[in-house]
């Protein structure tokens, strides 16, 4: 049988794509060595955000006398959490196989790997049989990237989020390596159920990509709770257990005497790297720094070969990812008006306590945005950067809601708006529950709505969400 879709890669990315072509009635074969669900399901968002949940219950339960409830003797039990992470994930992985089982989808369970292709066909093995496709879509994902570090290699003390994701023991003590998402998630994670953890961080900041002010909250709330946070640090070595540290900080914030630390596990998580393996007979797909190279609409330079998700090394998060297979499959059924995404207006959340979640630009970027724009003259002439956006910004205290349920926080809402269209950039915010309302702000920067557009919105009370309404009316 010759199928219209052949997909490597059954995660966020690959079984969007396969359900939405199913459905259209196309024959789409789907090819997954391991699990549905990818990275994000089994090994990533979803058992990262069950075990965080359960360190959240154990820690309010021990820090509720400031709500007025003493509970005493909370434990908990790490293999438990463990157990019903796995019970989470099981039972997702299962829908997701229904869903296209549902849409007639034929799911191949192996490591396939492109034999050879042509204009009009691509020959795939896998598990010794061989399969014929008029396109081909690349959702194999990405690899935890391993820096090339002395010492690392064959490493037992060595984790990476995989390992400690499978873990059934906490560590007794962890040194965190890359204070990215992530990094900070598992500080997280570990500060909650009580072991001690150091972060390091080779940039001046931890998530040096998130706007630094709200940033800087975490960061003070994080070291002053006992988390030991070394940014402008890099590990030159590690040897068992211990790693070997060079910094460009002062003195004061790391004493010679602290140039190496030593921990149970040592947990390396310094970002992911495009998953190229089976692909190896496409000679000529064009690869941007070790990624493939797609169009606005998920097309390679290859005529019948699409790839989506963290293989294209865009953004990798499986919201992105899922979004690039309904615009590839659009672009592939020739579905007028063909669709793109809007890369200015794609949500994050970090997963830390509190969260953070942001859309859009961040003031450092809006920042080189007008500078790239009007050049340093002409920002000079208007009278300044500060002529071209203005900063709305609120404590989340302002919200009743906030109040009520975050005793000891201030959070924070930070929102960019245009000067000359009013219309808002970014948004950024920390506070729980930001992950659950960011959406608001993505549709104000998806949209391009106007603070007196967006002020027309009603927001229900009470709910931190009105903090987006008060932000903008300040
Ligand atoms: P990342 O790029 O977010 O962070 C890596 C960090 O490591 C950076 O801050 C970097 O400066 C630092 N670093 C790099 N080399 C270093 C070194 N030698 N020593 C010390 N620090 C070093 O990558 P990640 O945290 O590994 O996450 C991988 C991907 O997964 C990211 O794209 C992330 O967005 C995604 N992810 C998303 C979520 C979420 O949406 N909540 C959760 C987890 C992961």
């Not at 000079?380 to 500060?386: S, V």
């Not at 608001?440 to 709505?449: E, K, L, Q, T």
């Amino acid at each position: 049988m010759r199928y219209f879709l052949a997909i490597i890669g059954g995660g966020p990315a690959g079984y969007t794509a396969a359900e939405l072509a199913s459905k259209a009635g196309k024959d789409v074969i789907l090819f997954e060595q391991t699990a549905l669900g990818g990275t994000c399901l089994n090994v990533g968002c979803i058992p990262t955000k069950s075990l965080l949940y359960g360190a959240k219950q154990y820690y309010n339960a021990t820090h509720a006398q400031k709500y007025g409830v003493t509970a005493g003797n909370v434990t908990f039990d790490f293999a438990a959490m463990q157990k019903r992470k796995t019970i989470v994930v099981r039972k997702l992985v299962a829908g997701i196989r229904q869903r296209l089982n549902n849409e007639h989808c034929t799911i191949v369970n192996g490591a396939a790997a492109v034999l050879s292709r042509t204009d009009e066909q691509v020959t795939i093995s896998c598990n010794g049989e061989t399969y014929e496709a008029e396109n081909l879509m690349i959702c194999t994902g990405s690899t935890n990237f391993v820096p090339p570090i002395p010492g690392i290699q064959d490493n037992p003390a060595i984790w990476d989020s995989t390992d400690a994701l499978a873990a059934t023991e906490l560590p007794a003590s962890v040194i965190i390596v890359g204070g990215g998402v992530i990094g900070m998630e598992f500080a997280t994670l570990y500060h909650e159920l009580g072991v001690p953890v150091t972060v390091i961080e080779a940039m001046p900041t931890i998530l040096p990509n998130l706007d630094q002010e709200v940033v800087q909250i975490l960061l003070d709330k994080y070291r002053k709770a006992g988390i030991n946070i070394l940014t402008s640090t890099k590990v030159e070595a590690i040897e068992g257990n211990t790693v070997k540290l060079s910094t460009n900080e002062l003195p004061s914030t790391l004493s010679s005497q602290h140039s190496t630390l030593s921990a149970d596990k040592i947990l390396v998580s310094v970002g992911r790297r495009a998953n190229l393996k089976g692909l190896e007979a496409l000679t000529d797909i064009e690869l941007n720094r070790g990624a493939i190279m797609v169009d606005d609409f998920m097309k390679t330079n290859l005529p019948n070969v699409f790839a989506c998700g963290d293989v294209t090394g865009k953004v990798m998060l499986a919201h992105v990812a899922s979004r690039q297979a309904e615009v590839a499959v659009g672009r592939m059924l020739k579905q007028i008006p063909l669709q793109r995404i809007a890369y200015n207006a794609i949500p994050s959340v970090v997963y830390t306590n509190p969260e953070i979640a942001s859309v859009g630009l961040t003031e450092l970027q809006v920042r080189d945005f007008y500078t790239e724009m009007e050049g340093e003259a002409g920002i000079a002439k208007a009278g300044g950067i500060e002529t071209f956006y203005e900063v709305k910004k609120l404590p989340m205290t302002f919200s009743g809601r906030f109040m009520a349920e975050n005793d000891g926080e201030t959070g924070l809402c930070k929102l960019l708006i245009d000067k000359r269209n009013k219309t808002v950039l970014g948004a950024h915010l920390i506070g729980n529950p930001a992950s659950e309302f960011i959406a608001a702000a993505s549709f104000a920067v998806r949209m391009g709505y106007t603070v007196a557009e967006m002020q027309q919105v009603v927001f229900p009370h009470p709910t931190v969400s009105e903090i987006l309404h008060e932000t903008l009316n300040g």
